[in-house]
Structure formats: C-alpha cells, structure tokens
C-alpha cells in the first residue's frame, strides 16, 4: 500500500497534510482543507478491500478522534455507507499508476470531499409485478396454519384487516372461504406461486469460506450471534435437513438482523463461487419474524429454507423438502 501516494493525493485537493506522532495523542494524521480548522483523525489500515462487516465493526468502536480508513479497495455502495457513518475511507494504490479514490468526512460539518472519480452506486435490481413481503407472508401463513379469520391474518401479520382484505382479494384463485376460515385451494398450487412471485431480496450479502463442517458452523455461530444480541436464523441445506433430514449438508445461508463479522468463529471472506456460507440482512421482515427454533437452531420458515434451495440450485434437496411440506399442509387442511 503506496500511503505517500495518499497524502500526495490530499494535498492535491487542497488538504493540508500533518503525520503525528505525539505519543500521548491517539490521532494519527492533521488534515486541514480551505483555510478551515484543522482536524485530527485516526488512520487505520485495512489490508484488502473493505467490506461491509469490517465497515460496521469499525464503526461500533468508541474513539477519540474520527476515523480515517485506509484500503485496497471499496466499491461504490461501501463508501456511500461509510460517507453516511462519517468514516472516511481511501482506496489506496498498489501500484504507482493506480489512482486513489474515497472520500473524506469532516466531523462536525458532515461535509464530504470526494477524491478521485465519485463512482454511481448502482441501483438494485426491482423486478416488477412482484407480490409484497405481507402477501407472501400471508401465503406462507395458510400453508403452515390453515383457515385462518381475517382478524386472525391481520393479527399474524401485523396488518390492517383491510390489508388483509386487499391480499384476498388478490389471490383470488388460491384461496378459499370456509366455515372454518380462509384456507388455501391447492397447497401445491400455492408453492407453485411462492416459487414465481415471491423474490427474496438482501440489503446486505456476504459470502464467506469454512473448512468446518457447516452443521457445527451454524451452530457456534447462532449461539455467538445470540450472544451479542444480533437476531439470526438459518436457511439453506443445514436448515432443510433439521426440517426433513435428506442429505449431508454442504452450505449455510444465515439471515441476521444487521452486518456480522464473522472472522472471529474462524471463517474468511470468499468469492460467491467459492463460498459454503451466506450471510444475509433480508428486506423482507417477515424472514426473521417468522423463524423458529428446531433442534437447537433457529431456523427461517420452512418454506423459505425452500425458496432458498430452489433458487440457489439445490433441485434435489428442494424436492424432497417440498415432499415433506406439502405432506404436513395436506394433512392439517381444512
């Protein structure tokens, strides 16, 4: 990492640059830009690119001076989250003809000066015509406790009665009122919809790499979690054999409530197509409200430990899982 090639790039912007290295003060570096007070700031390294669960640790960690973050490399949607956390990030050079990219924050305007090209954070991807979390959720509901009163809908779902009505009214087709309640028509031709109009979506995905079996995993790392009071649950085949044991499970997906570093339990970052490990902060809501525990985990709904395996392309594991649903919905409908 070139840090000469960073100061130079300050001072380019108008920044005036002062190492430090007063032993009683814990700021690393002075910058002072336009005539504007100076401001002290601690520098640390991050050898590699910066990703979101080192960017939510540093941030959780009391200092005396604001933060300055120097990398290898972040994307786009990493320093825009760094700019709104007040961390100033910079994308060190490793090699001389690399530029330097990043921002720096100045912590009592809040103010941002960008240095180098200010890369678009790119949107993320909508696929429109998609059913609400609300209206999955009540379909997942009716597959799990069938024939249900709107009241008792609305009431599970954390929504209006007119909500739940509009919901109805839009399934028209898959569902049916009885004198036991609203109940599913097909609960095959209900997981048939799932399948089609239910799209999972993360704000936050990373994959990481254990050599451990991923059972044990799941399990030291929920406990670990629980234990810092971060709301998780597990997906993937892990969950699908807890539910409905059919193979040895070769990959975790564990949804948690915000970004988790998980280094500590011994596992490392890893490229998607190396991965055996996922972990996800859902947008849907209902991933983690609806979990429940089995066996010692806590584990999403089980129809969504099957969405997981049919679009991570585990077409035998889901198959069975689906068996098994579907054998369960059958015998407790209406």
Same mark, same amino acid.
């Given at each position: 990492?070139?840090?000469?090639?960073?100061w130079?790039?300050l001072a *380019?912007?108008?920044f005036g640059?002062?190492?430090?290295?007063?032993?009683?003060?814990?700021?690393? +570096?002075?910058?002072k830009?336009?005539?504007?007070?100076?401001v002290?700031?601690e520098?640390t390294v991050v050898?590699?690119?910066?990703?979101?669960?080192?960017?939510?640790?540093?941030s959780?960690?009391?200092?005396?001076?604001?933060?300055?973050?120097?990398?290898a490399?972040?994307?786009?949607?990493?320093l825009? *989250?760094?700019e709104?956390?007040g961390?100033?990030?910079l994308?060190?050079?490793?090699?001389?003809?690399?530029?330097?990219?990043g921002?720096?924050v100045?912590?009592?305007?809040g103010s941002?000066?960008?240095?180098g !090209?200010?890369? =678009?954070?790119?949107?993320?991807?909508?696929?429109?015509?998609r059913?609400?979390?609300?209206?999955s959720?009540?379909v997942?509901?009716?597959?799990?406790n069938p024939?249900h009163?709107?009241?008792?809908?609305?009431?599970?779902?954390?929504?209006?009665?007119?909500?739940?009505t509009?919901?109805?009214d839009?399934?028209?087709?898959?569902? =049916?009122r009885?004198s036991?309640?609203? =109940?599913?028509r097909?609960?095959a031709?209900?997981a048939?919809?799932?399948a089609? *109009?239910y799209q999972p979506a993360?704000?936050?995905e990373?994959?990481?790499?254990?050599?451990?079996?991923? +059972?044990?995993?799941a399990g030291e790392?929920?406990?670990?979690?629980?234990?810092?009071e971060?709301r998780c649950?597990?997906?993937g085949?892990?969950?699908?054999d807890?539910?409905?044991p059919w193979?040895n499970?070769t990959?975790?997906?564990v949804?948690?409530?915000?970004i988790?570093?998980?280094?500590?339990?011994?596992l490392?970052p890893?490229?998607?197509s190396?991965a055996?490990?996922?972990?996800?902060? !859902?947008?849907?809501?209902?991933?983690?409200r609806?979990s429940?525990?089995?066996?010692?985990?806590?584990?999403?709904?089980?129809?969504r430990?099957?969405i997981?395996l =049919?679009?991570?392309e585990?077409p035998?594991a889901?198959?069975?899982?689906r068996r098994?649903?579907?054998?369960?919905?059958?015998?407790?409908?209406?």
């Amino acid at each position: 990492m070139l840090t000469t090639q960073i100061w130079l790039a300050l001072a *380019e912007h108008a920044f005036g640059v002062t190492p430090l290295s007063d032993a009683k003060s814990t700021a690393d +570096v002075q910058l002072k830009r336009d005539g504007g007070e100076p401001v002290q700031y601690e520098v640390t390294v991050v050898d590699g690119p910066l990703r979101p669960a080192r960017l939510s640790a540093e941030s959780a960690k009391e200092r005396a001076h604001p933060l300055l973050l120097l990398v290898a490399a972040a994307s786009p949607r990493t320093l825009a *989250e760094a700019e709104r956390m007040g961390i100033s990030v910079l994308a060190a050079p490793q090699r001389a003809n690399e530029d330097i990219y990043g921002v720096v924050v100045h912590p009592g305007t809040g103010s941002a000066v960008h240095i180098g !090209p200010r890369l =678009a954070v790119p949107a993320r991807p909508k696929r429109p015509g998609r059913a609400p979390w609300s209206t999955s959720a009540l379909v997942i509901r009716l597959l799990d406790n069938p024939a249900h009163t709107q009241q008792e809908l609305a009431d599970a779902l954390g929504v209006s009665r007119v909500r739940v009505t509009q919901i109805l009214d839009k399934l028209d087709g898959l569902v =049916a009122r009885g004198s036991a309640g609203w =109940a599913l028509r097909s609960p095959a031709a209900a997981a048939d919809w799932l399948a089609g *109009e239910y799209q999972p979506a993360s704000l936050v995905e990373e994959t990481w790499l254990t050599l451990d079996p991923v +059972v044990e995993v799941a399990g030291e790392v929920s406990r670990g979690l629980a234990h810092q009071e971060v709301r998780c649950a597990i997906s993937g085949d892990v969950a699908a054999d807890v539910i409905a044991p059919w193979a040895n499970p070769t990959q975790l997906i564990v949804y948690c409530d915000r970004i988790v570093d998980l280094e500590p339990y011994g596992l490392t970052p890893s490229p998607e197509s190396s991965a055996n490990v996922i972990v996800r902060v !859902p947008k849907d809501p209902y991933i983690l409200r609806d979990s429940r525990r089995a066996r010692g985990l806590p584990i999403v709904h089980p129809w969504r430990v099957w969405i997981d395996l =049919a679009g991570r392309e585990f077409p035998d594991a889901a198959e069975a899982l689906r068996r098994s649903l579907l054998s369960h919905s059958e015998k407790v409908a209406p």
